[in-house]
């Protein structure tokens, strides 16, 4: 252990030697640089390091407590995974940018002050772009374009925040805020930006689904989850938070029930999931704060195991819309397991890991007394089920035979899933290891028999209404298309908006400079009917005329002079 | 916009496309709700709201709540949905 390291460090510098390395030896190197995090983590004792006074200001570069730990580790283990999950792949800018990446997200965790957050945060937002742009297709280069543009956006209202709150508090310590007045308040729209607040959620099913195979899994892992532990840091019991997040998880849910890119689907996923973790840090209890952190902890895990399965069938088949897929259980029956076990967990049944997170919420949520809250996040828990529970498994792996026959995911793949699905399950069956970790003490005990039997009905019924709509052929089928989202206002309304004043405006110039034009021609006519060789100024006169005139204008100055 | 009723599973191909795994599952998932319902009878479950003591509460609010999602989905479709290349035009 090194003193004064933040464990994401080690990612950040050693990925700069990656593209060094040859295959092997690189592999090994970078499925090393996580584990040594960890070792770099095991052996930090809570409290403050590696602080420096600038400007009257200090930065603390390393702060450890559980609430940094919790968010560290899971960064940790997604970062091992993704490691394990690309290793097919001979993608130097990828790999540096993935292992950047992690390593930024774990750095902003363990920031102590709100300038080194900053600094993390924005190059989270960078190093992240380029998993985008590895797709090297246009779409994905105007998609990262616009998430690099949001990304950022979100850093810079961040730093306006943190300026003036450093100006009216004289403090850049990064505890919690509360929204207390304009700098708060900016702050707050910071993290509600990566955290996908409604409104400004769209980037994420924008940029996500245009990035490469391994790239949207390492995405799916880091981003909004590091706002989580911001907003979780600074803003716990903030009330709006509740209704915020209620409305996170459900809007989502209608929009992934028609959404034909699966990836896209577990993208509104995402959304409708970290909406469980807002409400929850919005309630602000002890067991609601630990029910969001748990909440993000599983989330990382099965929402890459997800990702992880759906990207290992757009690697065989090369496409992920469920209009062109079904079946695929008979090729890849390992993928298709794993991706159950994801699906499950992510519906929260019992004995998967979602179960045993997802209940802290649901139960502080019913115990604050939020009856309408409540009952959307029941709801939402129904609307998972349908997208991610069902939807992804079953248009992939099952409804009918699409014909297409292909390999079985590569080992590593297999290797990575495997590892998630363990932890998907060993977490949901024994959750103790996981509460012990978590910051706030609490007494819950998941696996009640009102627990596991409400939420088995609730789960187990939808799934009858699935079957039945099915069945009946009221589901709406799987059609290519692409649906509207908030991003239309900056990729359709805006720019027709742009063109219509560009047409408008060349217009005016137009007009405006042919009217300019006859007047200067009327102008030029005038002149020359005077100036020109016809003109009353343009003719000779005769010297005798000429003469009489200044006879003229001289008598005429003499009278002038005597009078 | 529906799809049209479940394709004809089928009779030989691999089992888990066969009618009879097919309508076993549905059956089976039928059984298993009314299980689920019947559980209740003997086992009283705890709950906060009033309106939680429904006999099957839970059960009936998922059910409800999915065909909704389901169907308020496919209403969304009428507004939201265009062709795949509307933004490259």
Not at chain 1, 136 to 142: H, I, L, Q, S, V
Not at chain 1, 310 to 339: W, Y
Not at chain 1, 361 to 382: K, P
């Amino acid at each position: 252990m090194i003193a004064n390291l933040s464990p994401g460090l080690i990612l950040i510098v050693g990925a700069l030697l990656v593209p060094l390395l040859p295959g092997r030896a690189r592999q090994v190197y970078m499925l090393a640089l996580p584990v040594l995090g960890g070792w770099q983590l095991a052996g930090l004792e809570h409290g403050a390091y590696g602080q420096t006074e600038i400007f009257g200001y200090t930065l603390t570069l390393l702060r450890v407590d559980s609430l940094s730990v919790v968010f560290g580790s899971i960064f940790l283990i997604a970062a091992f995974l993704n490691v394990i999950y690309a290793m097919h792949e001979r993608a130097p800018m990828q790999e540096v940018a993935a292992l950047v990446y992690a390593g930024a997200a774990i750095s902003a965790v363990f920031a102590g002050d709100m300038i080194t957050l900053f600094v993390f945060w924005e190059l989270t937002a960078i190093s992240s772009v380029f998993l985008i742009w590895a797709s090297r297709t246009e779409a994905a280069y105007r998609a990262g374009m616009r998430y690099l543009v949001i990304q950022v956006g979100s850093g810079v209202i961040l730093l306006a925040g943190v300026i003036l709150h450093a100006h009216a508090t004289g403090s850049i310590a990064f505890d919690y805020l509360g929204v207390t007045g304009l700098a708060t308040t900016l702050i707050l729209i910071a993290f509600g930006i990566k955290s996908a607040f409604p409104f400004l959620h769209n980037w994420l099913q924008d940029a996500y689904p245009e990035a490469t195979v391994t790239g949207t899994v390492v995405l799916s892992a880091f981003t909004t989850k590091l706002a989580i532990y911001a907003l979780a840091r600074a803003f716990p019991g903030t009330e709006m938070l509740i209704y915020i997040g209620v409305i996170m998880t459900a809007f989502p849910v209608f929009f992934a029930v028609i959404e034909n890119d699966l990836r896209r689907v577990l993208a509104f996923s995402l959304n409708n999931q970290l909406g469980f973790m807002v409400a929850g840090i919005g309630v602000g209890t002890p067991l609601a704060l630990n029910g969001a952190i748990s909440h993000a902890f599983v989330h990382i895990i099965y929402k890459s195991l997800l990702f992880m399965s759906m990207g290992a069938v757009l690697h065989r088949v090369g496409t992920i819309k469920a209009s062109e897929l079904g079946g695929l259980v008979r090729s890849m029956p390992l993928t298709t397991v794993f991706c159950i076990i994801g699906a499950a967990s992510i519906s929260a049944f019992p004995l998967f890991s979602g179960f045993i997170a997802k209940s802290l919420t649901l139960s502080a949520t019913a115990e604050g007394g939020y009856v309408i809250a409540w009952l959307v996040l029941v709801f939402a828990s129904a609307g998972v089920l349908e997208h991610s529970g069902i939807k992804i498994p079953y248009f992939a792996f099952f409804a009918h035979d699409s014909g297409i026959r292909c390999k079985e995911a590569p080992l590593n793949m297999l290797i990575a899933m495997g590892i998630a699905a363990f932890l998907c399950i060993a977490i949901g069956v024994y959750p103790d290891p996981l509460y012990a970790m978590l910051p706030y003490t609490m007494e819950f005990e998941p696996y009640t028999g009102t627990h596991v039997l409400t939420q088995l009905q609730l789960l187990f019924f939808a799934m009858l209404a699935f079957a039945v709509l099915v069945r009946t052929g009221l589901y709406p089928a799987e059609l290519p298309s692409v649906n509207l989202n908030t991003d239309w206002i900056y990729r359709r309304a805006l720019p027709r908006l742009y063109g219509w004043l560009l047409q408008m405006g060349s217009r005016l110039r137009a007009g405006t400079l042919a009217r300019l034009q006859r007047r200067l021609e009327r102008f030029i006519s005038q002149v020359y009917r005077h100036h020109g060789p016809e003109g009353v100024m343009a003719r000779t006169w005769t010297t005798g005329g000429t003469v009489l005139w200044v006879a003229l204008l001289l008598g005429g100055y003499l009278i002038v002079f005597y009078l | 916009m529906s799809q049209p009723p479940a394709p004809p599973p089928e009779r030989n191909g691999h089992w888990i496309f066969r009618r009879r795994t097919v309508d076993g599952a549905f059956w089976g998932l039928v059984l298993l709700c009314g299980l689920l319902g019947l559980v209740e009878v003997v086992y009283h479950r705890h709950s906060i709201f009033a309106f939680e003591a429904f006999p099957v509460a839970y059960g009936l609010f998922g059910f409800v709540c999915f065909a909704g999602i389901v169907f308020a989905g496919k209403a969304l479709r009428t507004v939201i949905m265009r062709d795949e290349d509307y933004y490259d035009r």
